[in-house]
Nanobody
Framework: QVQLTESGGGLVQPGGSLRVSCAASERAFSTYSMGWFRQAPGKGREFVAAISWQGSNTLYARSVEGRFTISRDNAKNTVDLQMKNLNSDDTGVYYC????????????????WGQGTQVTVSS
């Protein structure tokens, strides 16, 4: 059973930065793409960013491109999301997820999810 544990959420002022991290208990971590999703209050879960199994390719939602950076460390089984220039629209619960299939990078096919970490952007 794959376990994903997020950390690093919190309260940040508009324009500020925050880094959220995800630790995975996955033996084959380096063969799966990883993604970050978020869910704002009263809205559905939406794709934020994804990174390929070796970290050579990334995908971003248009709303975060240029502000967020996804990265991974396969030696530590971790994937991070560095967020800059945050605004109120970035408020939500951020979830880490593992791709459904090995060696596939996309925005929708994910099957294991963490419990999420709350990010609140407010003055």
């Amino acid at each position: 059973q794959v376990q994903l544990t997020e950390s690093g959420g919190g309260l940040v002022q508009p324009g500020g930065s925050l880094r959220v991290s995800c630790a995975a208990s996955e033996r084959a971590f380096s063969t799966y793409s990883m993604g970050w999703f978020r869910q704002a209050p009263g809205k559905g879960r939406e794709f934020v960013a994804a990174i390929s199994w070796q970290g050579s390719n990334t995908l971003y939602a248009r709303s975060v491109e240029g502000r967020f950076t996804i990265s991974r460390d396969n030696a530590k089984n971790t994937v991070d999301l560095q967020m800059k220039n945050l605004n109120s629209d970035d408020t939500g619960v951020y979830y880490c997820a593992r791709a459904r299939e090995q060696f596939v990078l996309d925005r929708v096919a994910y099957d294991y999810w963490g419990q999420g970490t709350q990010v609140t952007v407010s003055s």
